[in-house]
Every structure is written in C-alpha cells, then in structure tokens.
C-alpha cells in the first residue's frame, strides 16, 4: 500500500507501508512486495506464517482474493487483524517468508514451532 498522496514517481520508504497492518516501511520493518504495490511486513508475516503455516489456522472465507498475488482462492489464507477483506493466501505467506528468511542483509527469520525453545 502506499501513503495518500505520495509522489509514485518519487517513492520514500516512509510512502510504502503494510497492507495488513498499516505500518511503514522502516530499515526496522522489513516488507515484502506483491503484485500492483501490495506489501507485508516483517510482524505481520511472522504472525500469518505462525498462524497459517505452523498451526494451519484459515482465517479467510472461500472465494477471497489474495491481496499479495490477487488471484482468488479457497485455499486457506490469513486475514488482517485491522482491515476487514484482507488476506494473504498460503503460499504467498511461505513465497514472502522464504523471500526474508534467505536475504542476509535483514536479520528476519521464520518463526520457530509453538513450544519450540
């Protein structure tokens, strides 16, 4: 997503935020891009991968489009705690999370299994 207003053709990290969240883009947060602009942060896909992958909750109701990959789905997905029609499909969740995990200049990590030390 990015901030109102902003000038597309002369983008700060402080215009692209988290289409899940709402936060900015930060040397802190770490975002992943999707399709048309479309972005998770690092908390939020910490948060969707432990949920959606590691714990196979599905937040999502049939027929949602992904806002990462924007194709529609019955797959499960991860929806936004804070905007309603926001979800992020599975395999965009693990595609982002490899994308942060395998970058050795962002110290982002998949998160461990529930319970593991």
Same mark, same amino acid.
């Given at each position: 997503?990015?901030?109102?207003? @902003?000038?597309?053709?002369? *983008?700060?990290?402080?215009?692209?935020? !988290?289409?899940? !969240?709402? &936060?900015?883009?930060? *040397?802190?947060?770490?975002?992943?891009?999707?399709?048309?602009?479309? !972005?998770? @942060?690092?908390?939020?896909?910490?948060?969707?991968?432990?949920?959606?992958?590691? *714990?196979?909750?599905?937040? &999502?109701?049939?027929?949602?489009? !992904?806002?990462?990959? *924007?194709?529609?789905?019955?797959?499960?997905?991860?929806?936004?705690?804070?905007?309603?029609?926001?979800?992020?499909?599975?395999? @965009?969740?693990?595609?982002? &999370?490899?994308?942060?995990?395998?970058?050795?200049?962002?110290?982002?990590?998949?998160?461990? &299994?529930?319970?593991?030390?």
């Amino acid at each position: 997503m990015r901030r109102a207003g @902003c000038d597309e053709n002369n *983008l700060d990290m402080s215009d692209v935020m !988290c289409d899940f !969240c709402g &936060a900015e883009w930060t *040397l802190d947060r770490p975002m992943v891009e999707g399709h048309r602009g479309a !972005c998770i @942060c690092g908390p939020c896909l910490s948060i969707a991968y432990t949920e959606l992958v590691m *714990l196979g909750t599905n937040a &999502a109701p049939a027929g949602y489009e !992904c806002r990462l990959c *924007l194709e529609r789905k019955a797959d499960p997905a991860w929806s936004s705690p804070l905007f309603d029609g926001v979800h992020a499909c599975r395999q @965009c969740v693990k595609r982002s &999370a490899g994308v942060l995990h395998k970058d050795p200049d962002i110290p982002w990590r998949k998160p461990d &299994a529930p319970g593991t030390p």
